[in-house]
């Protein structure tokens, strides 16, 4: 239940944050919102290569058997990698997006038919510049999930070799024989 409120409210935040930017971003010529694109499209580049380091790290035997032929029945457990896909996925869309925005823009600027609605068409760039950062801020997020696996991994090995350690250390207590005198 609380899961499903913290949902509801991040998207609540992130729907007027995004209006909020369509209204407030009509004033905002296209010069300037395009060095804020390329920064994402900097950061979108960063996490997919990250991310694919980890890949690399994690699953090296993986990736090399996913480009060989198949040779027998495929492996069906994937081990986790979807949990790293996941990032480079959302970042390689957030990539496209970005680059194809810079392809097209210059070209719509030229068009005369748009002129007249340059000052709505500045608010929706700006509103699609804030869904892409939210998107990406949230990609950035997922892209620390594995870091936070193996971090619990290593933490719930080290507890299990303390208590081991701890069992160990008292089953070598012998107690002294009562003396009788």
Do not use: D
């Given at each position: 239940?609380?899961?499903?409120?913290?949902?509801c409210l991040a998207w609540g935040m992130s729907i007027a944050l995004v209006a909020t930017a369509i209204v407030l971003g009509r004033g905002v010529p296209f010069s300037e919102q395009w060095p804020l694109f390329e920064a994402l499209r900097t950061t979108a580049s960063i996490i997919f290569a990250v991310v694919g380091a980890w890949l690399a790290i994690i699953y090296p035997e993986r990736l090399r058997m996913s480009f060989q032929k198949a040779e027998g029945a495929p492996v069906s457990s994937n081990g986790g990698m979807n949990t790293l896909f996941t990032p480079i996925v959302h970042s390689t869309a957030?990539?496209?997006?970005?680059?194809?925005i810079g392809m097209v823009a210059p070209l719509l600027k030229r068009l005369d038919l748009l002129l007249p609605h340059t000052v709505p068409l500045r608010g929706v760039s700006y509103g699609?510049?804030?869904?892409?950062?939210?998107?990406?801020?949230?990609?950035?997020?997922?892209?620390?999930v594995p870091a936070d696996i193996v971090k619990s991994h290593t933490d719930s090995e080290k507890q299990?070799?303390?208590t081991t350690e701890?069992?160990?250390?008292?089953s070598n207590y012998v107690p002294r024989p009562k003396d009788d005198s």
């Open positions: 239940m609380k899961k499903t409120a913290l949902k957030i990539l496209c997006i970005i680059l194809f699609v510049l804030a869904s892409l950062t939210l998107w990406q801020r949230w990609t950035v997020v997922l892209s620390f299990h070799l303390e701890g069992y160990k250390n008292q």
